[in-house]
């Protein structure tokens, strides 16, 4: 299984980014894919989660209006496009794959990408 992130960068308060993973070797039509993030002394906290085969979505509190989770089932790659960012949404972002258990919990994802880099000014 191999989960490549990539997309991240600096932009300033209020602009957008799309990040993008590209998943091999998954059971894509039995599987969810999630993003996470975690900024420095944070624990790794759960962003959105997408069902490869369903569609349906599910996305953080913190996040819900301002992300958006999709995925490209040719391609076998799930993007977050991440608009109106914050300095708060500062942090390394990592694709996972599902597992089992919570969607929203990091212990229930068994295969995790190397994480790319989102830094928001202000």
């Known amino acids: 299984v191999q989960l490549q992130a990539s997309g991240g960068g600096l932009v300033q308060a209020g602009g957008s980014l799309r990040l993008s993973c590209a998943a091999s070797?998954?059971?894509?039509?039995?599987?969810?894919m999630g993003w996470f993030r975690q900024a420095p002394g944070k624990e790794r906290e759960f962003v959105a989660a997408i069902s490869w085969s369903s569609g349906n979505t599910y996305y953080a509190g913190s996040v819900k209006g301002r992300f958006t989770i999709s995925r490209d089932n040719a391609k076998n790659t799930v993007y977050l496009q991440m608009n109106s960012l914050k300095p708060e949404d500062t942090a390394v972002y990592y694709c996972?794959?599902?597992?089992?258990?919570?969607?929203?919990?990091?212990?229930?994802?068994?295969?995790w990408g190397q994480g790319t880099q989102v830094t928001v000014s202000s």
């Open positions: 996972a794959g599902y597992y089992s258990g919570s969607y929203y919990s990091p212990d229930s994802y068994g295969y």
């Open positions: 070797g998954l059971t894509f039509s039995r599987n969810v």
